[in-house]
């Protein structure tokens, strides 16, 4: 009868609910286990100065590397990071390696770069983010102000006063604010104009339809052109092709991101372009750092 249906459809869903909760834990212990076991990587993507077109800085992200498994991206281990708390050690380690990594390029000698490190919503507003930072650059001796933090305008947008606050505190430090996925949140112009923030990157929805849609057209222009007023850098995300990359140019975007220059590349992969930049400048390239 319809009782035992229902109270089978009940275990069948109660079964699906601990098996899901089952491997979440299970992905939550694994995930621990990779931080302490140095199983995470930091992959780095250029960022390009639009007028120049040098590389002038790239954004570390975060990948997991998995003996068994392989290459494991972000977007299936980030949100379970968020929920448990992993994401306290899984942010203070990519912070701390993102500084690390710099410095050594710096003592490399290679050219100065902006490093820019994604922070995400529970990261912001629930860990010691300002400390975090500020012990990874005083243990790396990497400069402030070459560290750019990601926020996305989803975070900015609870909390207000908190996540202004957080902001000032970071921002104390020396380092540079950025705000992620620009565009796809709910942040009022007013808002904006009263938190302290140097960047903003125009998501890659907005971009990946350029020149075509119109509406995309008309939202990117917008957001240079108030970017620019408010006194901001405006980076494009997702980037694949000279059309988009002629047409944002045409309307002033400082930097961009993506495909087109290159995917996310590991440390030796990124260096090796950087290098090869230098050379094609007819500056001489700096010798290559012994492999540890
Ligand atoms: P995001 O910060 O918006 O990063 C941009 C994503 O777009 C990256 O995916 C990048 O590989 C991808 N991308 C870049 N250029 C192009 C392009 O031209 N075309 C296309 N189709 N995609 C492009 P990824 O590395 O898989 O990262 C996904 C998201 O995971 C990031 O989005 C960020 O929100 C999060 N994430 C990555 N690393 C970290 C981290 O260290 N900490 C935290 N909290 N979140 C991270
Ligand atoms: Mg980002
Ligand atoms: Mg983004
Ligand atoms: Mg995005």
Same mark, same amino acid.
């Given at each position: ?17 601990? &098996? ?8 939550? *212990? ?14 780095? #993507?250029? #960022?390009?100065?639009?007028?120049? !077109? ?10 997991? &590397? ?9 977007? @299936? ?10 994401? %306290?050690?899984? !942010? ?10 710099? #410095? ?17 919503? @529970?990261?912001? +507003? ?12 005083? =243990? ?7 560290? =750019? ?8 947008? =609870? ?20 705000? /992620? ?5 709910? $942040? *009022?112009? !007013? ?16 971009? #990946?339809?350029?020149?075509? $849609?119109?509406? /995309?057209?008309?939202? $990117? ?6 970017? +620019? $007023? ?11 092709? =000279? ?8 309307? %002033? ?25 230098? +050379?094609?400048? %007819? ?7 012994? *492999?540890?």
């Amino acid at each position: 009868g319809a009782k035992a249906q229902g109270r089978g459809a009940w275990c069948f869903f109660h079964e699906a609910m601990t &098996q899901a909760a089952r491997e979440r834990l299970a992905l939550e *212990s694994r995930l621990r286990t990779a931080i302490t076991q140095g199983h995470l990587r930091l992959y780095y #993507q250029p #960022q390009v100065d639009m007028a120049s !077109g040098r590389i002038v800085g790239a954004e570390a992200l975060v990948r997991w &590397q998995d003996p068994q498994e392989g290459l494991i991206p972000p977007a @299936r281990f980030i949100a379970v990071a968020e929920t448990s708390g992993v994401i %306290g050690p899984l !942010g203070e380690w990519v912070v701390r390696e993102a500084c690390r990594q710099g #410095q050594q390029w710096r003592a490399a000698g290679l050219p100065d770069l902006t490093l820019a490190v994604n922070v995400s919503p @529970r990261q912001f +507003h629930l860990t010691d983010l300002a400390g975090a930072t500020a012990a990874a650059l005083a =243990e790396t001796g990497f400069p402030p102000s070459r560290l =750019e933090l990601e926020i996305t305008e989803t975070a900015l947008a =609870e909390r207000t006063e908190d996540a202004r606050t957080t902001l000032l505190r970071l921002r104390a430090l020396g380092v540079r604010l950025a705000i /992620d996925d620009f565009g796809t949140g709910y $942040s *009022s112009l !007013g808002q904006l104009k009263q938190l302290p923030i140097d960047v903003l990157k125009i998501d890659r929805g907005f971009i #990946q339809d350029l020149p075509a $849609s119109a509406d /995309d057209l008309a939202i $990117s222009t917008a957001i240079i052109a108030m970017g +620019h $007023s408010l006194g901001l850098d405006v980076l494009a995300e997702g980037v694949e092709t =000279e059309a988009q990359l002629a047409c944002l140019r045409e309307r %002033g975007c400082d930097h961009y991101q993506g495909y087109l220059c290159s995917r996310p590349l590991p440390a030796e992969a990124f260096e090796a372009l950087l290098r090869a930049q230098a +050379h094609s400048d %007819g500056r001489p390239a700096p010798p290559t750092a012994p *492999s540890a």
